[in-house]
């Protein structure tokens, strides 16, 4: 079954850290550039950070680099997203989702861009 599960998810507390996973299953996992994204309650879908499908590679919004990591692991079909310095702006349901190319030239940061996505996993910020 092609799939992608998101976990890590919680309530943490302003300052915290957090690791997100995204395990994949039921397609080459290798092949395939990730990405991250989330949405907050009323506000829209926005892109976190993306890793090529060999993982030499990655992109990140400007609003999330250097506190956001995302790590591929391709021998595990696992996805991570370290996320440093929460605050409770970050509040969001997070997404990992799968590149619509098999190994893509570059890493692909656009919504469109991906064409199979998790379930979502729920990441509240407390002050």
């Known amino acids: 079954q092609v799939r992608l599960v998101e976990s890590g998810g919680g309530l943490v507390q302003a300052g915290a850290s957090l690791r997100l996973s995204c395990a994949a299953s039921?397609?080459?996992?290798?092949?395939?550039?990730m990405g991250w994204f989330r949405q907050a309650p009323g506000k829209e879908q926005e892109f976190i950070a993306a890793?090529?499908?060999?993982?030499?590679?990655?992109k990140y919004a400007d609003s999330m680099e250097g506190r956001f990591t995302i790590s591929k692991d391709n021998a595990k079909n696992t996805v991570y997203l370290q996320m440093n310095s929460l605050t409770v702006e970050d509040t969001s349901v997070y997404y990992c989702?799968?590149?619509?190319?098999?190994?893509?030239?570059?890493?692909?940061?656009?919504?469109?861009?991906?064409?199979?996505w998790g379930k979502g996993t729920l990441v509240t910020v407390s002050s």
């Open positions: 890793i090529k499908w060999g993982a030499d590679s990655t």
């Open positions: 039921g397609f080459p996992f290798s092949d395939y550039a």
């Open positions: 989702a799968r590149d619509r190319q098999r190994r893509r030239s570059f890493t692909p940061t656009r919504k469109q861009d991906f064409n199979l």
